[in-house]
């Protein structure tokens, strides 16, 4: 368990948050997920961060390195099960890799907790690349993507022969035209009792043919 000596202990007390939060949360989708049948992944990495959580509280070395290697395991899955796709890789890794900056940021401490000499330079150069990339993923997250790209290799349109495109319904049969006659709409008069009975508010159209226009005039009945 880190004590309160240095003014880095905070960041043990972070990354190990962290880690139980996010662990536990893959541990009970994953477990959920793998009843249905899915991926293991999940379970394995929540299992895999709760450990490095307790072990990083302790203090100990061990936690970060057991992390690290989980972390080279989702980069190979991910890549495995996405491909290269930039959307399925950044929501696969972003976090992850959050997590592996704050591990870099931390062996020191760890390995001095341990009671072992600790060499601040390389890890926080490998902390200062994982920033340089999280920097340039999270930039581009504003740059348009296409979530399914065009394929060249289109299928070609083939023309509709003439006629063949009135043929409807399953026999094929084209529907003879319709004529519609001004004087057969002027003798339509709507009745008002099967909408009364539907509980519809009524409006009574009557139409007047005049050249060159249509007149309509609509009134409420009564």
Not at 9 to 35: D, E, F, K, N
Not at 90 to 95: E, I, N
Not at 117 to 133: E, M, N
Request: proline share 7%; net charge positive; aromatic share 10%.
């Amino acid at each position: 368990m880190p004590t309160t000596k240095s003014k880095w202990t905070w960041l043990l007390w972070l990354l190990s948050a962290l880690m139980v939060v996010i662990g536990l949360t893959l541990s009970i989708g994953g477990a959920y997920l793998a009843t249905l049948g899915g991926s293991l992944y999940f379970l394995l990495m929540g299992l895999a961060l709760i450990v490095s959580a307790v072990l990083i509280f302790k203090g100990k070395p061990s936690g970060a390195w057991l992390y690290a290697v989980a972390f080279v395991l989702s980069i190979i899955w991910a890549v495995w099960d996405a491909g290269l796709a930039f959307w399925p890789l950044f929501s696969r890794l972003f976090t992850f890799g959050v997590l592996a900056f704050l591990t870099a940021l931390a062996y020191p401490l760890l390995k001095t907790r341990a009671g072992l000499v600790a060499r601040k330079g390389p890890s926080f150069s490998l902390a200062a690349v994982l920033a340089v990339a999280l920097i340039a993923v999270f930039g581009n997250t504003f740059v348009p993507t296409p979530i399914i790209s065009a394929d060249n290799d289109q299928a070609p349109v083939k023309p509709v022969a003439p006629g063949a495109n009135r043929k409807t319904g399953k026999a094929g049969v084209t529907p003879p035209p319709v004529t519609v006659s001004l004087h057969w709409i002027k003798s339509i008069k709507p009745t008002s009792t099967n909408f009364r009975s539907r509980g519809l508010p009524i409006l009574a159209i009557s139409h007047r043919a005049t050249a060159p226009a249509l007149k309509t005039r609509t009134h409420r009945s009564r």
